[in-house]
Nanobody, 130 residues
Framework: HVQLVESGGGSVQVGGSPRLSCAHI???????????ISWFRQAPGKEREGVAG????????YYADSVDGRFTISRDHAENTVYLQMNDLRPDDTGTYYC?????????????????????WGQGTQVTVS
């Protein structure tokens, strides 16, 4: 069982650069047990969408077009944490940001930011841009 705990959200000004953290408890990366951990977000009244993902072994990254070039996902094996560095925030980046884990390895590129790929979810952290 994997527990995911997000932190780092809050109220941010337009153009701000916060960093979200996702601590993964119950999973520690070792060679051969790579998983994919991704960030999703849900704005009020909208469906949840995939934002960015990373494969813990090898570091393959995935980004939604809406954040590519502004957001960077990274992982720290020693800290058992995945980060989402967000730059140049806009009001439409507002939403609840969720961390999710696909424990069955590396997804197909087309599936990497789809909800159905993910087995474990965090509770979310709110980001409000104004």
């Amino acid at each position: 069982h994997v527990q995911l705990v997000e932190s780092g959200g809050g109220s941010v000004q337009v153009g701000g650069s916060p960093r979200l953290s996702c601590a993964h408890i119950g999973y520690t990366y070792t060679s051969g047990n790579s998983v994919c951990i991704s960030w999703f977000r849900q704005a009020p009244g909208k469906e949840r969408e995939g934002v960015a993902g990373i494969v813990t072994g090898g570091g393959t990254q995935y980004y939604a077009d809406s954040v590519d070039g502004r957001f960077t996902i990274s992982r720290d094996h020693a800290e058992n944490t995945v980060y989402l560095q967000m730059n140049d925030l806009r009001p439409d980046d507002t939403g609840t940001y969720y961390c999710a884990a696909d424990v069955y390895g590396t997804p197909f590129f087309s599936d990497a930011l789809k909800e159905y790929e993910y087995n474990y979810w965090g509770q979310g952290t709110q980001v409000t841009v104004s």
